[in-house]
Structure formats: C-alpha cells, structure tokens
C-alpha cells in the first residue's frame, strides 16, 4: 500500500463548521495511475495537499509505505504552475529542488529530455518561453528529484494538443519505465480515460466511488445521481451494449473503437 | 441579416510582429460564432481591438458605428464582454454593487438599477447570490455573473473570451443554456475558446491561425477539415474524431456527436 | 476555499454594525479631535469609559478585544521605559498610555464593525469637501477600495508560491543572505500578477463605461438613521464636555 488514508477529516479553519475532508478512507498501491475527480469545491484540491503534507489532518492518519520524507518522495504539480515561477532563469528554477535536496545537478539532462525539452533551455529566462514549454519546465522541476508519487492538478489546461499527446507519453513512460505512482486530477475526463488504472470520485469531501476504471462505471445508479461524467468512448461501448445487445472489447482510443465497430457491424 | 461587425483590412503589430495583415471580417447580427485558434493566433488581441482597448486606425464598423474616438462610447453601450480572468474583472464587494456598476456608469436612476438588477436576477435565478462577495463564489458562479454583468446593460454583443475553460461540464451546460436562450432573444455572441465542443450551439465556427482565418463555417462542416486542425495544434473532440473515422469507413453519412444517436444510426 | 482574510470585519447583529459607516468614521475623528486636545487623566478615563460603552453596545464578545491586547503591548511598555528614563511625570505616562489605547482599540471597533468596502464608501463621504481642492474624491475611494481588495488575492497568491516551494523541499538553512533571498523571491511572481491584475482591472474599467468626471449614479442605499444622529450628538457633546469642562 504505497498511500493509506484512515479515517481523515480537515478544515481549514478550526471555527469553520463543515469539514473541507469528511471521514475520507482508502487505499492506493504502488506503481498506478490514479484519476481524481469531482465538482469544483469537492476537495481535489485539498486531497493532494493532504498527501503531500503541505496540511495536516484535522483528525485521521494518513500512511505511507516505504516513504522515510514525504517532501523527497513526494512531487506536487500544482494547477497553472508556471504563475509560481520565482526565479528567472529555468536552470534555476528547476534546480530550486536539487539544492533543498542536497541532491547533484546531474539529474538536469535526464529529465529535460523525460519531458522533452532541449538542453539549451537552461540558459534561457522563462519569459522568453512558449506556454507549452513553460509548463513542460514547471513538471521538470518536480520530476527532477525523482519522487516516487507524482501528483499533477488539471496538468491539461491551456494546454494545446501537441503538448497534450506529449504530456499522456510522459505520463505512461513515469509508470510504465520509472515505476512511479501517479495521481491526476482534472475534469477532462476523456484524458484520464486513456491513461489511468483506477478512478477515484469525490463529493463535498467524501469518496463517492473508488474503483478500476471500467468496474467504475458498472455503479449506474451512482453515476446517475451524482452526474459524473463518462468518457465518450465508454459511453459509447455502454450504448451498444445496453440497446443493441452487442458487447465490444474496452477501447481507450478512437482507432480501436473503430475497429471494434467495424468487427461488430 | 445586416453585418453587425464589419472589419475590413486591418493591419496591426505589436512589438514588431506583425499580428493581423489585411485582415477582414463580418458578423452578421444574431449570429452565434465561436472562434478557435491556439495561443499567438490573435484571438484575444482582435477582441482588444473591437473593444477599442488598442488603439488602431483600421476600417472597422461596429453596430454602425465607425470604430473610433468619438464613437467609442456607443459602441461600448452595445457590447459586453467576459474577460478571461474573471477575479480581475470584478470591481466590487457584493454581486449587487458589481451588477450595478455598468448601470451606475450609465446613469441609469436609482430605481431602474433596482428594477433591471431583480429582473436579471430573478431570469437567472441568482437572487440568492446578490448579497454575496465575489470572491467568496465557487468557479461557476463566478462565470455566472460574469455573464450576467455582461448582459445587464442589455448589449447587441456579448463576447465570451477564454473565460469558460474552468468550469465543470454541469456548471457549463447550465451557461450554454443561458447563452442559447440570449441567443434565440437576437443577441449576436462571440465566444473565444479552445475547446471545440463550445461550437455546438453556435452557427458558425472560425478558426485563426497567426492573424489569418483558416476555416470559416459551420461547426460540424469545419470539423470535418481534421487533417488542417490536427496541423493547427487545434484538439478535436472525441465524439468529432469518432464520428469523422466512422464517416470515413462508410458507416455513417453526418457528424453527430450525442453517442446515443449514432449508436442508433450505425445500428439501425 | 482559502479562509484567508485580512478582512478583520465580525459579522453580528447590532446597532453599532447598523450604522451608516460616515457617521461611524465621522465620530472617530471627532475622537480623535477629543484625545489630541485633551490632557486631563480623568477626562480620558470618561472617554475610555464612553468607547467601552460602544464596544458592549457590538455584541461581539469582550475576550475577542482583548486578543489585541498583544499588538500594543510593546508599545505601552515602551511608553513606561521611555518615561522612566526621562524621569516624566507619571500622570504623562498614564495620559500618553490611555491616548494610545483609545485610538488603538476605536480603531479595532470600526474594522470589527464596518466591512472594508463601507469604509472606503465611509471614507469618500468623510472626504468629499476635498473636493474643493479638485481631488476626484470617488475615483479616489474606489482606487482605495480596489486596492483593499487585492490584498487577500496577494496573500493567497503568495500563499500558493509558497507551497509550491515548500512542495520543493524549501527550508529555511543558510545564512542571513541566503534566508533573505529565498523570502524576496516570492515578491517577483506576486509583483507580475500585480501588474497583470492593473492592466485587467483598468481594462475592466473602461468597457464598463466608467467615468470619474462625469456625473454618476449612486446605487448604494444611503440610510441615515434616528440611531445615526443619536450617536453623533454624543460624541459632539463628548466633545464640548470636553472643551469646556475645567
């Protein structure tokens, strides 16, 4: 169990009356990619920060396997992260970890080219950069002292589609070559679908629903009620199933749906 | 339907880039048209420029009016923006005060402001929120009354720019609703977005690449050009993509993107 | 989301909180006027006496008051070190201790009582006669009024750099240079924002029509109350006991 949550509870302010987290429970494994969703407000947000412990839990514990310091192992991409940029230069920047770490700055080469990004970026200032670039350098800057859970927060908004593609290959490459563990919360749930393992669902601060990704969707009255959103192409698997009594092999991408439409005609 | 908007050749550069070059283009009155393009296509600097924001001496006609100093007053009576970054944008403490502010500015008496707001309010239904702070709303509701700023002053045009993005899929398709229905009631909406799935109300969708139009049409005829969008960075959605595979492979014959339908249709 | 308030404003039910915010600024400086010109131990004490008489009339509980005891702490032992160097009369000591802590704790009552923007709307009112020196005074409130209201966004902004640092691993190791430059850096990113929230908020501003020299209408309820009257009718006849007492 790389993440254990126990019974946790938190608000932000001791004289508030509802609780932000209430009595939030679960268990996520080692070497996964998690999907976080939930309405605005529903506590996403305050989840990763929980994990991450930037905040503490009011009440509750929350466990870690195998994680002497959570600040090392732990990396944290927030959401619009190039608005916390406080250096100027981009070698600065990202190496702003390695010096807190006391790790080496050889780690530099390795995951500029992990997100893609040329060498000769380092000598420039972040001003000169392109949107997309800029949010390849704040990942890189979490990434480069290698923690074993990467937590991304809505990493595809303003994100144009070439970054996007580029930004689904790094996410599988972190689990499926480097072995981490990884969270991800957005609304763009069509993006989740095609990367993660497990779906978690959260309302006013409670888990709704927790499950691998295709089981997730089997819970049809809670989809209902709490109008969570359903990846089109599960939708349309659901679809043909349910009206037309043909049942198609799980596809995460248009190609294969396509196929699998064609075989089924 | 006459042009409610008409920009004929305009030029502009900013910082020695040249942005827009002989650039032209008409919206007709009541028209709803979403306008797409990656970022440094100009998208946000051509609303600038309509708003009169930047200072520029093209040919533009706006409700009429040439586009100029004189006439920049009426021309503002008759738009209503939402900018991107909506916390910015709000100038007040309460809903109430940032709804009256425009009506305030317009001289409208004291009563009419009282009037106008509980009507707006009560179309809709955000009375609850009147006495609110703005900065104490959730994501939505700030868009909501965003919008509702935006329309008070009753504009000929409303344009939407980028401020949409941030907002659940509920959230959303309760302001696409509010928009469909200012829409039927004649007004003529720009929404500014990167997210294809916004056109599929609107009559029209354009897409700007670098200052210069691409495609100009209907929404689903544009999408099907998927090679040129997929070159101009442009995401098209899933159901797009699925539908244009299947048009493709013979099955279908239009682009459709509710689920439901096609399913039906591939199966008849 | 973030209960992150410079906003000290107590929200209860009271007729302090009810009253029109010009009068309540328009009572504190005529306080103000009181302790500048008097000097008299006993005076101050009924001035005293009068301010904890408002503060019972707010509701809000006496042991929040006291809270702030700890910011004027330093200066009152400050006042008695001076003093007693400068071997001062006592009675100047307690005189400059009660002045301090009047104004400081009227000034505590207003904020808990009156939400910032009714203070800028307070504060327009209290300035209009500067109007005759042809200083815009409602573009003047509203500058104010914007500016009140940004700093919760650069808290909360500089909030976020924050964690976003100490997500990094930040800790504050090294030297006094190196603590420093580590605190400076948050002010760049939050000095960009500044600026893009001006060009937003000006740009703002000039599509919503506004126009300081021209005439615009006043939405805001102005109610002026028999409670109004009542309470700056006792700080004017605060003032003249005052004056004209011994």
């Not at chain 2, 942005?19 to 919206?27: A, E, M, P």
Request: proline share 2%; net charge positive.
């Amino acid at each position: 169990m790389a993440i254990k949550f126990n019974n946790v509870f938190f608000k932000y302010d001791i004289d508030n009356k509802d609780y932000t987290i209430n009595n939030f429970n679960i268990e996520l494994e080692d070497n996964k990619i998690y999907g976080l969703i939930g309405k605005s407000g529903s506590g996403k947000t305050t989840i990763l920060e929980l994990i991450d412990g930037l905040i503490l839990p009011t009440k509750g514990s929350i466990d870690f396997d195998n994680i002497s310091n959570i600040k090392k192992e732990i990396g944290f991409i927030f959401q619009f992260p190039e608005e916390q940029f406080f250096e100027n230069n981009v070698k600065k920047e990202i190496s702003f970890a390695l010096k807190n770490f006391d790790m080496s700055f050889d780690k530099l080469s390795k995951v500029l080219k992990i997100v893609g990004l040329k060498e000769e970026i380092l000598n420039k200032k972040l001003d000169e950069l392109s949107n997309g670039e800029r949010r390849m350098v704040a990942i890189a800057s979490v990434l480069v002292y290698n923690p074993k859970i990467i937590m991304f927060d809505e990493p595809t908004i303003g994100l144009d589609y070439n970054n996007k593609k580029k930004l689904i290959r790094l996410i599988k490459a972190l689990k499926d070559r480097y072995n981490k563990t990884v969270i991800i919360v957005s609304h763009d749930i069509d993006f989740l679908y095609q990367i993660i393992d497990k779906l978690i669902a959260i309302e006013n601060g409670k888990l709704l629903c927790y499950d691998e990704k295709y089981k997730f969707y089997n819970n049809d009255k809670i989809i209902k009620e709490h109008n969570i959103p359903i990846p089109k192409i599960l939708l349309f698997e659901k679809l043909v199933e349910k009206d037309k009594n043909i049942k198609l092999l799980h596809s995460t991408t248009v190609n294969d749906l396509i196929k699998e439409v064609y075989r089924n005609v | 339907m006459k042009n409610i908007i008409d920009v004929d050749n305009l030029s502009f550069s900013y910082k020695n880039k040249k942005i827009f070059d002989k650039f032209s283009l008409k919206i007709k009155e009541k028209e709803w048209i979403t306008i797409c393009g990656k970022n440094g296509s100009g998208k946000s600097t051509l609303i600038k420029i309509l708003s009169g924001l930047i200072n520029n001496d093209s040919n533009i006609t706006i409700c009429d009016y040439k586009l100029n100093e004189k006439n920049i007053y009426e021309i503002r009576k008759n738009i209503g923006i939402v900018f991107d970054k909506i916390e910015n944008s709000f100038l007040c403490e309460t809903v109430e005060d940032e709804l009256a502010f425009i009506l305030e500015n317009l001289s409208y008496s004291k009563m009419k402001i009282n009037k106008t707001i509980n009507d707006l309010s009560k179309k809709l239904n955000i009375t609850h929120l009147l006495n609110k702070e703005s900065n104490q709303l959730s994501g939505g509701e700030k868009c909501i009354i965003a919008l509702a700023c935006a329309i008070i002053h009753n504009p000929k045009i409303l344009i939407i720019d980028e401020s949409l993005s941030m907002i659940d899929v509920e959230e959303k398709n309760n302001l696409f609703n509010i928009l469909d229905s200012l829409h039927k009631n004649g007004m003529t909406i720009i929404n500014i977005t990167h997210d294809l799935r916004e056109s599929y109300y609107s009559d029209r969708l354009l897409i700007l690449n670098e200052g210069e139009i691409m495609l100009d049409g209907k929404p689903f005829d544009v999408m099907q050009y998927d090679k040129i969008l997929n070159r101009l960075k442009i995401e098209l959605p899933v159901e797009i993509d699925l539908c244009i595979k299947l048009k493709l492979y013979g099955l279908i014959n239009e682009i459709n993107p509710n689920i439901k339908e096609l399913v039906n249709i591939i199966w008849q | 989301m973030y209960s992150f308030h410079i906003n000290k404003y107590i929200n209860e039910n009271s007729d302090i909180h009810e009253l029109n915010p010009f009068t309540k600024l328009f009572c504190m400086l005529i306080t103000l006027i009181i302790v500048i010109i008097t000097n008299n131990v006993i005076k101050l004490l009924i001035i005293l006496i009068f301010l904890l008489f408002l503060i019972l009339l707010t509701h809000i509980k006496f042991k929040i008051y006291l809270k702030n005891l700890k910011y004027i702490m330093p200066f009152i032992i400050f006042i008695v070190i001076i003093n007693f160097f400068s071997k001062t009369n006592i009675d100047l000591t307690i005189i400059s201790i009660l002045k301090l802590i009047i104004t400081y704790y009227y000034s505590i009552l207003i904020i808990y009582t009156t939400k910032p923007n009714d203070i800028t709307y307070g504060l327009e009112k209290l300035l209009s006669p500067l109007k005759i020196l042809k200083i815009n005074t409602s573009s003047l409130a509203l500058t104010i009024s914007l500016s009140i209201r940004f700093i919760p966004i650069i808290f909360i902004q500089a909030d976020k750099i924050l964690k976003s640092q100490k997500s990094r691993g930040l800790n504050f190791k090294g030297n006094i240079k190196e603590k420093c430059e580590k605190i400076i850096s948050i002010i760049f990113p939050i000095f960009d924002l500044s600026i893009k929230r001006s060009i937003d908020i000006s740009n703002s501003l000039e599509i919503k029509l506004y126009n300081p020299l021209k005439k615009r209408t006043k939405y805001k309820q102005d109610f002026f109350t028999k409670s109004d009257e009542n309470i700056i009718l006792m700080h004017i006849a605060l003032l003249a006991i005052c004056l004209f007492m011994r």
